[in-house]
T-cell receptor, first 110, second 116 residues
């Protein structure tokens, strides 16, 4: 089964509002990656977090890796219509394999 | 740069038919992967190839076979298609060369397969 759990599965956001999606693992992760998939498209890499407690920002997106390296979050501020899509976290437990969460699908109300 | 190229983009099969999904990357990456994507399930790893000449099973390998033809190409074969294999298939590649380094995945555009 999936080792990485992601919540919520769906997020309906009013344009301009903030939201957060969470990623949790039962085991310690070596690193975690985040991807975005636009409707009908393919996943595109956003960022990788490696260190315990690491926080990285990309414009309105803030990514965080938990102190125990078992959880991560993506926070988006002032949501725009361009943020529509599905956001996946992917954690590496061992070797070359990344375990993907089920994704959070974001829709935006203008 | 083409990146990761998958063919075909769409395919309809009848139960029991066989087919091969082709994937090629031009980024000189060591590692290549095949994922399937189903609603509510995220991306599940079918098979991967850490480097040329090696392949390993992922989470859901049953009903599939793979071939790492050379460094550029990694194909996925369905020997006897079943309706449960209806899905969107993504090929991906990544640079890898260090014991604890997992490079970002570069995905192809996907192949939508329907098995009737």
């Amino acid at each position: 089964g999936q080792q990485v759990m992601q919540i919520p599965q769906y997020q309906h956001v009013q344009e301009g509002e903030d939201f957060t999606t969470y990623c949790n693992s039962s085991t310690t992760l070596s690193n975690i990656q985040w991807y975005k998939q636009r409707p009908g498209g393919h996943p595109v890499f956003l960022i990788q977090l490696v260190k315990s407690g690491e926080v990285k920002k990309q414009k309105r997106l803030t990514f965080q890796f938990g102190e125990a390296k078992k959880n991560s979050s993506l926070h988006i501020t002032a949501t725009q219509t361009t943020d529509v899509g599905t956001y996946f976290c992917a954690g590496r437990v061992r070797d070359y394999k990344l375990s993907f969460g089920a994704g959070t699908t974001v829709t935006v109300r203008a | 740069n083409a990146g990761v190229t998958q063919t075909p983009k769409f395919q309809v099969l009848k139960t029991g038919q066989s087919m091969t999904l082709q994937c090629a990357q031009d980024m000189n990456h060591n590692s290549m992967y095949w994922y399937r994507q189903d609603p509510g399930m995220g991306l599940r790893l079918i098979y991967y190839s850490a480097s040329e000449g090696t392949t390993d099973k992922g989470e859901v390998p049953n009903g599939y076979n793979v071939s790492r033809l050379n460094k550029r190409e990694f194909s996925l074969r369905l020997e006897s298609a079943a309706p449960s294999q209806t899905s969107v298939y993504f090929c991906a590649s990544s640079a890898w060369g260090y014991p604890d380094y997992a490079g970002e995945l570069f995905f192809g555009e996907g192949s939508r397969l329907t098995v009737l």
